[in-house]
């Protein structure tokens, strides 16, 4: 009976002990290490991968699975810029890697299984529009979330502009 119940505790530990693994080793990928190709170079942001895990404002209009609308500036770029980014910072997740004067990179992470994605703005002040990019580090579908992310940032740049008309 007592080898049993050692069997038993022996087998619940190991099975803690596996899913402990398995989870760090997930967690671990899904955090990745951040791409070297993001940045606002030359008016351009890094183009979007075959995989349909990215949206961005400079894919091709023809290409539905990953262009999304640039945010339009109406009016004074810096006041729209700044708009733009404090929406950017509010999003769910949001942390700085990188701002300029006219770039920002934020890293964004799900909240439960700690997926990281790529969100960048770049003012493209000339052509009176901020250039927009989100992508996923991992995987090849997204199921859509990129997109729901510029949405709601989209949301929220109208939201402070119309604040502080």
Known sequence: MAATSNSKRVWR?????LVLIIGGAAWA????TRPTDLGWHDKRLAAAPSSPNCVSSQ?????????IAPLGID???????RAATEAAKALPGATVVTETDDYLWIECTSRFFR?????????????????VRS????GWSDLGVNRKRVE?????????LDANR
């Open 13 to 17: 530990l190991l099975g803690i002990a």
């Open 29 to 32: 990928a899904c955090s990745s």
């Open 59 to 67: 894919a091709s209009a023809s290409d539905g699975e990953h262009f």
């Open 75 to 81: 009016g004074e770029p810096a006041r729209a810029w």
């Open 115 to 131: 997926f990281v994605d790529d969100l960048e703005l770049a003012l493209n002040a000339t052509e009176q529009r901020i250039e």
């Open 135 to 138: 992508a996923s580090r991992l």
């Open 152 to 160: 709601a940032l989209r949301a929220g740049f109208h939201s402070r």
